[in-house]
């Protein structure tokens, strides 16, 4: 697989990451898809696609503080 080739629902998650910005969680992003797309998102997809997109260079990870919506 090429590197910049991405899958249909790491499409998906990017689309999402860039609405929401720099709120942006795995929580928030995993709402919000279910929410627009009336789908179903499990944590370990989720989690397993956005290290995809970090080790293909699209998004970097950072560690934040947690907050009562973040938990």
């Not at 969680?25 to 709402?31: E, N, T």
């Amino acid at each position: 697989m090429a590197k910049y080739e991405l899958g249909a629902f790491e499409e998906i998650v990017m689309l999402t990451v860039g609405v929401l910005y720099d709120e942006a969680y795995g929580v928030s992003i995993k709402k919000e898809i279910e929410d627009r797309l009336s789908r179903k998102v499990s944590v370990g997809a989720l989690q397993s696609a956005l290290k995809r997109l970090e080790q293909k260079g699209f998004l970097s990870a950072r560690d934040g503080d947690s907050t009562a919506e973040r938990g």
